[in-house]
Nanobody, 114 residues
Framework: QVQLAESGGGLVQPGGSLRLSCAAS????????RGWYRQAPGKQRELVAV???????NYVDSVKDRFTISRDNAKNTVYLQMNSLKPEDTAVYYC????????WGQGTQVTVSS
């Protein structure tokens, strides 16, 4: 069964850090473009970070120098390290994998608030 399972969301104060994990099963994750989208209430889903199958990475401008996407191929897992979090980072974060079609995780809530 193909599945993307996210973990690591939660409540954090502004300036804090969180690390999201996305563990894939049923696929060889490294053969896919993988990454994270987020969706805040009342807003469209936006691409936050991607790591391509060739290991090149890309980020939305608003998270550059704060977020880092990485992967552990042995664990079939992708991570999103989020530092210097801001209230505007509050959203549901979705892991995805793209290779022709798109696979989605169930989402994990990140709330940045004092």
């Amino acid at each position: 069964q193909v599945q993307l399972a996210e973990s690591g969301g939660g409540l954090v104060q502004p300036g804090g850090s969180l690390r999201l994990s996305c563990a894939a099963s049923g696929i060889i994750f490294s053969r896919y473009d993988r990454g994270w989208y987020r969706q805040a209430p009342g807003k469209q889903r936006e691409l936050v970070a991607v790591i391509f199958s060739n290991d090149r990475t890309n980020y939305v401008d608003s998270v550059k120098d704060r977020f880092t996407i990485s992967r552990d191929n042995a664990k079939n897992t992708v991570y999103l390290q989020m530092n210097s979090l801001k209230p505007e980072d509050t959203a549901v974060y979705y892991c995805y994998a793209h290779r022709g079609s798109v696979l989605w995780g169930q989402g994990t809530q990140v709330t940045v608030s004092s």
